[in-house]
């Protein structure tokens, strides 16, 4: 999915958070207007794909912290927020007349808990959601067609705090289904997103077995030419690819390698991402390709 005229003011201030988190309010100012005048800002250019805008400011402020991590603390308490959620959302799930939907409206939703959101979710909040999550029919037909005739899966995680639902949702699909999972999370720090440390944290190992992505690069989202050889092997041979984010949909979107075996599981908390899936703000959607 090409970047959108409109997901520049959107990065814009995404930066301006995560800068305020670390630098401070004066000097993320500062940054941002930096970054904001920089040539990959000039002219709105088309043709390329947010997350690797994204990656560049990030590499800057890495550079100017001198940290690879800076936002390790909040990623900690990102999921020690969603672990707080899990017997409660566990319960929710195996109470539900479709544990399946459930469970994945749950899995996409939790990245509402997500520290670089100006008006972060809480636990009420994100269970008020689940009320009114509704995913699409056929689509969730298609899923689970596709999860019945799977063998192995390769799902490539987000953020932190929604790793813990994912945890939740691989869970519950290998109680209905006969299939192996592998966890793909980044090699890298990338904003809040899950490293193999932090999957480990959210308790991913006690589910699926645990690799990292292998790209040695501070890349949000999944670029299959840049995967090391251990999870290129795994997405290759995989039966079905869960992709979990906008990061990793803005990215894989449409991609042949992937065609007829991945679903997008994503949260529609932004308008480019709810026009090409045809559906509300703040809607879950799932999208199989």
């Known amino acids: 999915?090409?970047?959108?005229?409109?997901?520049?003011?959107?990065?814009?201030?995404?930066?301006?958070?995560?800068?305020?988190?670390?630098?401070?309010?004066?000097?993320?100012?500062?940054?941002?207007?930096?970054?904001?005048?920089?040539?990959?800002?000039?002219?709105?250019?088309?043709?390329?794909?947010?997350?690797?805008?994204?990656?560049?400011?990030?590499?800057?402020?890495?550079?100017?912290?001198?940290?690879?991590?800076?936002?390790?603390?909040?990623?900690?308490?990102?999921?020690?927020?969603?672990?707080?959620?899990?017997?409660?959302?566990?319960?929710?799930?195996?109470?539900?007349?479709?544990?399946?939907?459930?469970a994945l409206a749950l899995a996409i939703i939790g990245n509402s808990l997500d520290v670089l959101i100006p008006d972060q979710a809480g636990g009420d909040d994100l269970m008020a959601r689940l009320v009114t999550a509704r995913l699409h029919p056929e689509q969730l037909a298609e899923f689970r067609r596709r999860l019945a005739g799977a063998k192995t899966i390769a799902y490539l995680g987000d953020n932190c705090g929604e790793a813990v639902f994912d945890r939740l949702l691989i869970e519950t699909i290998t109680t209905w289904f006969d299939v192996e999972v592998t966890f793909i999370a980044r090699a890298r720090p990338a904003l809040n997103d899950v490293t193999l440390a932090e999957a480990r944290a959210a308790g991913l190992h006690l589910v699926a077995r645990l690799i990292d992505n292998g790209i040695d690069d501070a890349l949000p989202s999944t670029l299959l030419e840049l995967l090391g050889p251990e999870a290129r092997a795994v997405i290759e041979q995989a039966d079905l690819v869960v992709s979990k984010g906008g990061g990793n949909f803005e990215m894989l979107e449409g991609h042949p390698a992937l065609a007829g075996r991945v679903a997008f599981l994503v949260d529609g908390k932004c308008d480019p991402l709810c026009r090409e899936n045809d559906v509300r703000p703040g809607a879950p959607i799932l999208r199989n390709e």
Do not use: H
């Open 1 to 102: 999915m090409e970047i959108q005229s409109e997901c520049y003011p959107c990065i814009v201030k995404m930066l301006g958070t995560v800068a305020g988190k670390v630098l401070g309010d004066g000097a993320a100012a500062e940054f941002v207007a930096r970054i904001e005048a920089g040539e990959a800002f000039q002219g709105n250019p088309t043709g390329r794909r947010a997350p690797l805008l994204v990656r560049d400011a990030w590499i800057e402020l890495v550079r100017q912290l001198g940290d690879p991590d800076p936002l390790a603390d909040l990623k900690r308490r990102q999921n020690e927020a969603a672990l707080a959620l899990l017997p409660a959302a566990r319960q929710t799930v195996s109470a539900a007349a479709n544990p399946l939907a459930t």
